[in-house]
């Protein structure tokens, strides 16, 4: 039942994300800084959830040049969504750095739901 309210929350997400880049309909912030609280919670988790599963994880750097913040007031099931922040990232590791994406679902006050990284 996990799996597949996960696979349910990345489908909205991807529908939510594009949705909002066609139409325009929300807020959608391009941000020259991407230290907004969204992306520092996004960082953070993201950081906390690779090290879990690879500990010479060092970083997680953010492109600032990429980041889309899609502020919104949506709701998945139960859960308010506030935010989707979409952006290019470099997973730094004890030697090298891997480029991916990320695609990291915000609740309610900062609450990081999601946070996914693509696998190249």
Known sequence: MRRF?????FALAAIIAGGLTAAGAQQVQKSPNPDTPEVDACRAAGLIALKETAPAIKDVAIDPDSVRIFKMDKKIGE???RAV???DVAIERTK?????SLVCIVGDKGKVLVTYFSAS
């Open 5 to 9: 309210l996960l696979a349910r929350t």
């Open 85 to 87: 922040v979409v952006g």
């Open 79 to 81: 859960e308010s969504v």
């Open 96 to 100: 090298t750095s891997k480029p991916r």
